[in-house]
């Protein structure tokens, strides 16, 4: 454990010195992520210009929310995107070899090599939304509710981290496929929106087989109405499930991998 | 001019079989757009539940729109041409065509609507398989001039879409990675071109100025004439007129990138 958390740090060194060399693509990046970040915040200020609850959520509740998924998903941009988003492209080029003669597990060689620093930086803007969104309802977090919201940021961290892996993981099997790694966008557009708003067949497919409702409607709901076990339970239990998904498919698909030599 | 038109011809079915070869990529493209699609009904779905009419129109009215701004996006929007041009520079693959008399533009732009025919159909398909779920929500206005009116805006659009990715791909003289821009005006696209929500909704002002930028001429003045978002024909004529000055303006710029790019090249090797 310690050698796997000294390996991480000196990634991490790496990331640093690397971001530091290369400014502008720093501030070109971090301002890439400001502007998605500020278009879903924008939908939802320009729709509540017309209504004023969406399934039952007020504008501020709706912030509340959308700043968590924001914030979830900006954990991850930081943390695991670019090292997991390469991991497709060496599966699919043959160049993933080199991660396999590494002295260490695989696939924490390979989807922990490099921290983005301007997606960790925008994690605050993300904060900042949840703050003003908590101070404009009025709420009033006690330490509890905040300790197990923070518990729930990383277990939904935890979750889309499998998500992730398990569509890129989709590589060993469908090389000729390129942007596969759109299924983790295409599905965190779900987070962003409360669960109230999903019925029938769409409760059961995002909500229940799919985490991505859960990931972000736990946390919120938390800081909105206070600890719930019932919301604890389930998220910690996707994170595990998930977790446990991606690393049993992508140790499946390193069987298939093919390399690159000749 | 029967010769030229020959040239990029061969250009235009060189694009056409390509795109059909790789119907795997369009296949997972297609998935993710119907996922949004999902995404859309839910959202709209719920703020529907709260009101009658948003911005004067019915939850109809407002998935028909976000139905026809897909199909769209799939018959004039630029996909991955910026990167691709963006590549055939960092290669050196153009120095072929500095030294053969093919205008680069004319050629990709062949290659671009031969792309956006094959999507633009393909993606006809799954709607269709989709209508019996679909067809209680579809509602388009029953104006004949809208029909005739979309097509030459539609062209005009798909000039306007691919003339930024080849703005964007032209940027590869003077950066090396032009990935980043790209993300980021996508994010502005997204917005001002009507993907995320019709403009319409947007304030009285900040509506007037988006009229004024090239966004809003990429997806959404189509798709607002189709399904009845714009009203009448004097906005129609109106909106015909910015929609051509920003085609000249566009072409003018790729143009000037152009020269301005070559000057920078360097061909190396034999």
Not at chain 2, 130 to 141: D, S, V
Not at chain 2, 237 to 250: E, R, S, T
Not at chain 2, 261 to 268: E, F, I, K, N, P
Request: aromatic residues 16%; contains cysteine.
């Amino acid at each position: 454990m310690t050698k796997y958390l000294q390996i991480w740090l000196a990634s991490a060194r790496y990331s640093v010195a690397r971001t530091m060399m290369f400014r502008f693509d720093f501030l070109l990046w971090a301002t890439v992520e400001l502007f998605w970040m500020s278009v879903n915040l924008l939908l939802i200020t320009v729709i509540y210009e017309h209504t004023t609850s969406i399934a039952g959520w007020s504008k501020y509740q709706m912030l509340l929310l959308v700043g968590t998924s924001l914030l979830i998903q900006r954990f991850l941009m930081g943390f695991f995107w670019s090292s997991i988003f390469e991991m497709g492209r060496n599966i699919r080029t043959g160049y993933f070899d080199y991660f396999l003669a590494q002295p260490g597990n695989i696939l924490f060689m390979a989807s922990t090599r490099k921290i983005d620093l301007d997606g960790l930086i925008n994690s605050f803007v993300a904060m900042g939304v949840v703050a003003y969104a908590a101070h404009r309802l009025g709420l009033h977090p006690t330490l509890l509710d905040l300790g197990v919201y923070a518990l729930m940021i990383f277990s939904g961290l935890i979750i889309h981290y499998g998500m992730l892996v398990l569509s890129i993981s989709l590589a060993f099997w469908i090389t000729s496929a390129q942007g596969i790694e759109g299924i983790y966008f295409t599905l965190s557009e779900f987070s962003r929106l409360p669960k109230a708003a999903f019925k029938g067949v769409a409760s059961v497919a995002f909500v229940w087989v799919l985490p991505v409702v859960v990931v972000s409607n736990a946390p919120a709901e938390t800081l909105l109405r206070g600890f719930q076990p019932r919301w604890a339970l389930a998220i910690f239990a996707a994170a595990l499930l998930w977790v446990g998904a991606a690393v049993w498919v992508f140790h499946r698909g390193l069987r298939r991998y093919s390399s690159a030599s000749s | 001019m029967l010769t030229a038109l020959t040239k990029y011809r061969h250009a235009f079915l060189l694009g056409l079989q390509s795109n059909l070869v790789y119907r795997v990529n369009f296949a997972v493209r297609g998935f993710f757009y119907m996922f949004h699609l999902v995404v859309v009904f839910i959202l709209w779905g719920a703020v529907y539940s709260g009101a009658k009419d948003i911005g004067g129109f019915s939850f109809g009215q407002t998935l028909t729109y976000f139905l026809v701004m897909l199909v769209m996006q799939f018959f004039v929007g630029a996909f991955n041409e910026d990167y691709q041009i963006s590549e055939e520079i960092r290669n050196g693959l153009i120095n072929q065509f500095l030294l053969k008399p093919i205008n680069y533009f004319l050629y990709r732009f062949s290659i671009f609507v031969a792309a956006r025919l094959v999507t633009g159909i393909l993606i006809l398909l799954p709607l269709l398989v989709t209508l019996p779920l679909l067809h209680e929500y579809i509602t388009l206005p029953h104006d004949f001039w809208r029909i005739g009116l979309v097509v030459p805006a539609m062209a005009l659009s798909a000039l306007i879409q691919f003339s930024i990715a080849y703005c964007f791909g032209m940027m590869t003289f003077w950066f090396l990675d032009i990935q980043g821009f790209v993300i980021l005006s996508m994010a502005v696209e997204s917005l001002l071109g009507g993907q995320m929500f019709p403009l319409d909704l947007l304030p009285a002002g900040v509506f007037r100025v988006a009229q004024f930028l090239p966004f809003y001429y990429q997806t959404y003045f189509p798709v607002a004439i189709l399904t009845g978002r714009i009203h009448s024909l004097g906005e129609v004529w109106q909106g015909f007129g910015i929609q051509i000055a920003w085609v000249i303006l566009l072409l003018g710029l790729n143009q000037l990138l152009w020269v301005r790019g070559l000057r920078r090249h360097t061909a190396v090797g034999g």
